[in-house]
Each structure stands twice: as structure tokens, then as C-alpha cells.
């Protein structure tokens, strides 16, 4: 049985730094990402890491601030979230891609590729 669980979350203010966690069970081969969702917005894939392939992916709007990685050993996807601002004020969410064994550039923002989510997890930046 696949889960996927968030944690991490929570208030900073603007310039500081927020650290998620993205628990995993019931595979070991995915392209894993972090989405994100503000109000009234569409959903932005952020980032993405592959459980066991070698690609990396970032949006351009979190590209060198953000820093996703992985702790197999642990089933565990991070995401290192250094400089934020409050337009980084979102629901983020972990989703799984299981029919992927690496992440690639043309479907990794694709939130129809990703069959497992979780459950979400708010980040809250204040100016």
C-alpha cells in the first residue's frame, strides 16, 4: 500500500529558512515532487528528485533558494526551502510518480503524472 506523508510546515518570516519532509512507503522506484497551491492560484510544481534515477528539477521561481534531496534509507524526500519571501506563502504537497523510474523535464510539472499525494502541508511566509 502506497503512502505519502507531509511534515514540516509552518510560520517565518520573510528571508528565513523552512525545512519539509516527505515520508514515503509501498514502492522504492518513483519520481518524487513537491507541488505547491496558493489561494487562488493553480498548482506549481516546485521540484522534483527521482527515488533511484539521477535527474533533478527546480521551477525558475524557487531554482537556487530551494534544495530538494533524498534519504532512501530512510524512504524520505527533503525540501530545503533557504531565502523565502511571501510569495513562497502556499499549500505544499508531496506527490508520487510511480510509473517513473527517473524524473524528466517534459512531465515533472505535470500533476496528472503523479497518481499519490499527500495530504499537504502549509507554509506561511510574513513580510
Known amino acids: 500500500q502506497v503512502h505519502v506523508v507531509e511534515s514540516g510546515g509552518g510560520s517565518v518570516q520573510a528571508g528565513g529558512s523552512l525545512k519539509l519532509s516527505c515520508a514515503f512507503s509501498g514502492y522504492s522506484s518513483a519520481c518524487m515532487a513537491w507541488f505547491r497551491q496558493a489561494p487562488g492560484k493553480e498548482r506549481e510544481g516546485v521540484a522534483a528528485?527521482?527515488?533511484?534515477?539521477?535527474?533533478?528539477y527546480y521551477s525558475g521561481s524557487v531554482k537556487g533558494r530551494f534544495t530538494i534531496s533524498r534519504d532512501n534509507g530512510r524512504n524520505t524526500v527533503l525540501l530545503q526551502m533557504d531565502s523565502l519571501t511571501p510569495e513562497d506563502t502556499a499549500m505544499y504537497y508531496c506527490?508520487?510518480?510511480?510509473?517513473?523510474?527517473?524524473?524528466?523535464?517534459?512531465?515533472?510539472?505535470?500533476?496528472?503524472?503523479?497518481?499519490?499525494w499527500g495530504q499537504g502541508t502549509q507554509v506561511t511566509v510574513s513580510s
Open positions: 528528485i527521482p527515488t533511484r534515477g539521477r535527474n533533478i
Open positions: 506527490a508520487a510518480n510511480l510509473r517513473a523510474y527517473d524524473c524528466y523535464s517534459n512531465t515533472w510539472q505535470l500533476d496528472f503524472e503523479y497518481a499519490y
